[in-house]
């Protein structure tokens, strides 16, 4: 047998013909049960309660499984509370037992309902998934909840009994929020991001801390993403452009709660700046207080990413990123710049640390405040575990079950060709473009080589913001045109020929072939560019095979969709698109039930009930089914002996 070595290991774990032979069994009949929902999310972008609340809910399948179960049986008001006990059930049991007088008899009830709908949700699953997402010390009395035992003669005495017991020991509230938290577990079985977890909305701490303790989750870097792993990873541009734009969403408390000293950049600011006109560097989101604190800090930290960004574009021409050079494009008498071959009046000429000679050049101040920044992301412990994570279950892209996941785009030129993009002296496009940015921003947090190092604290500024980046796929970042621009015409960021050329099949089908994708099953699902919902646009492209889901789940983004986000589930029937409208909030969803009001779209129906046999996880399993045949033959030649037990 060729492969010897590796069954002689294998018959450490299946020592003998009936072990291995269980275990066949065992996988045979798992191979049979309906595949689990997967859910792909994108550009979440810190909205915290949006993003937790679809999770609980799992965009809308939980109200829907409470509809199949019951029908007309309860009425609206009965399904909005079982629903939202569900959802956040210490909130609601704390309320309803504020309010009710008979509270035993409503969390009888609702226990009895909440059974119901996880016998529903857990048929698809094998015993050990269900094991594993209860606490060992509920586990026995749920499993004989919500499992068939059919030796049990009178199975609602037997069931009612449980229940009146766990109400009698006044354990009603735990066992309601136990078995809340296994519906929300049995509702997604897979979660996909699809970049952009970071920026914009406030509480990107939370998102990472949920997603690092999600049961099952892969994250697919978005360009956001990539610039705060760059800053942990002590690229300076990287830690001056996340510093600006938490500045300019009114976001200074995600820098403090991962413990970033601010104090050096805010006494710069205001020192420099405090006394004068800063209103072109005016927070995005009105409602901030501070308004010219931050406009100051927004500006000493623009200045400084400006200045790097031209020592950047100067020292790695090969990035492309000639435009990023406007501090030299000033002229400081005129007070004007030029953009393109055409000369524009600056909305603020004031550049008190720049000098026009050398104008890329850091002052001490500057360089004394990027120093400390610089040290206290690589510092930060927090940031280091959520930047981790992002390490161990993201990448470029992946391939999922047939579909190919992707934040930004494929970069094409305007024929369909794949563009070219020059790393460290080679030249890449394509799948090989994707899996060298891939290898690099490894290179960056790993390394010990430090020419390499270096590098790569370069070539992740590039990887977020570059012309030919896969997750960025835009012409230029305007950022410095539209702050001291009036005209909008200077900052118009033209995306990539991809989006377009999406389109259409001819070229849809050569990124299927690049990355080895059925054309007939597969789908490329990726995020970055807000779909304008309310004119009229589609996430849904090339009838089908690609989907966009970026629907605005940052409130910056929504006055443009016209929604607060999409996301895409793909289940055992059929792929469906759901579109959501705004949160409020969790308070008054446990007070008054409201729930984020989604409108579904289903894309696809499958021919028949896919099977985890037809999923990648099924491929390894018959795999491994086959290897134990194999092991069972030497066993029975001879040429493994069974181990004694």
Not at 72 to 89: Q, S
Not at 205 to 220: C, E, G, K, N
Not at 557 to 566: D, K, L, M, P, S
Request: one cysteine or more; charged letters at 30%; hydrophobic letters at 35%.
């Amino acid at each position: 047998m060729d492969n010897l070595k590796y069954l002689k290991q294998l018959s450490i774990e299946y020592p003998t013909v009936s072990s291995a032979a269980s275990e066949i069994i065992n996988l045979s009949s798992l191979l049979y049960l309906p595949k689990g929902t997967e859910h792909f999310i994108s550009d979440i972008h810190g909205e915290r309660d949006s993003f937790l609340h679809i999770l609980k809910n799992g965009s809308g399948s939980i109200r829907q499984k409470i509809d199949d179960e019951f029908g007309d049986e309860l009425d609206e008001n009965t399904k909005r509370d079982l629903a939202t006990l569900i959802y956040y059930p210490e909130g609601k049991l704390k309320l309803v037992e504020e309010e009710n007088k008979n509270f035993d008899d409503w969390c009888r009830q609702m226990l009895l309902y909440m059974v119901r709908i996880t016998r529903r949700m857990s048929s698809k699953y094998p015993r050990y998934r269900i094991e594993g997402a209860i606490r060992k010390e509920y586990q026995y009395i749920i499993e004989e909840l919500i499992l068939e035992r059919s030796e049990v003669p009178d199975k609602e005495a037997y069931y009612n009994e449980i229940i009146s017991s766990i109400i009698y020991t006044n354990n009603s509230k735990a066992f309601i929020t136990v078995i809340a938290r296994l519906i929300q577990h049995l509702a997604i079985d897979r979660l996909h991001v699809i970049g952009d977890a970071y920026d914009r909305g406030p509480n990107a701490i939370a998102v990472m801390d949920r997603l690092m303790t999600y049961h099952s989750v892969d994250v697919q870097w978005g360009n956001h993403d990539v610039l705060w792993m760059g800053a942990a990873c002590g690229s300076a541009v990287c830690v001056a452009h996340v510093v600006r734009l938490c500045a300019r969403y009114g976001n200074l408390g995600t820098l403090e709660g991962y413990g970033i000293d601010l104090l050096p950049l805010i006494l710069m600011a205001q020192k420099t700046y405090g006394d004068d006109d800063v209103s072109a560097y005016a927070p995005a989101m009105k409602n901030t207080k501070e308004v010219h604190l931050l406009e100051c800090v927004n500006k000493a930290i623009s200045i400084i990413q400006w200045k790097l960004e031209g020592q950047l574009a100067t020292r790695r021409p090969e990035f492309l990123m000639e435009s990023r050079k406007n501090l030299a494009r000033i002229n400081f008498d005129k007070e004007t710049v030029t953009v393109e071959g055409k000369e524009y009046e600056l909305k603020d000429p004031y550049f008190p640390t720049v000098d026009k000679n050398n104008p890329f050049e850091l002052s001490k101040t500057e360089q004394t405040v990027l120093d400390a920044l610089v040290s206290s992301f690589k510092h930060s412990e927090k940031l280091q575990q959520h930047v981790e994570f992002f390490y161990k279950r993201g990448s470029m892209y992946r391939i999922y079950n047939g579909n190919l996941l992707y934040h930004g785009c494929i970069p094409m030129n305007k024929d369909g060709s794949f563009q070219e993009v020059t790393i460290d002296g080679k030249e890449f496009k394509g799948k090989a473009l994707c899996d060298e940015l891939d290898k690099w921003m490894r290179k960056l947090r790993y390394s010990t080589d430090k020419k390499e190092k270096e590098y790569a604290k370069d070539l992740v500024w590039f990887v977020g913001t570059g012309e030919r980046s896969p997750l960025f796929g835009k012409e230029k970042m305007a950022t410095f045109e539209a702050t001291l621009i009036e005209d909008k015409s200077a900052y118009i960021e033209k995306k990539n020929p991809y989006y377009e050329l999406y389109n259409d099949p001819k070229y849809v089908k050569l990124i299927f072939d690049e990355f080895g994708i059925d054309w007939e099953t597969g789908h490329i699902i990726n995020g970055h560019v807000p779909v304008k919902y309310k004119d009229g646009e589609s996430p849904i492209h090339c009838n089908g095979k690609v989907i966009v889901i970026d629907g605005g789940f940052s409130k910056a983004y929504q006055r443009v969709t016209g929604i607060a986000g999409y996301t895409l589930v793909w289940n055992s029937r059929n792929l469906k698109l759901v579109a959501h409208e705004p949160f409020v909030s969790q308070e008054k969803a446990i007070r008054e039930g409201t729930d984020i009001h989604s409108s579904t779209a289903i894309i696809e129906y499958q021919k028949k009930r896919l099977c985890i046999a037809d999923t990648d996880k099924g491929k390894d399993m018959q795999a491994k089914i086959q290897d134990l045949n194999e092991l069972i033959a030497a066993y029975k030649d001879g040429i493994i002996r069974e181990h004694q037990q």
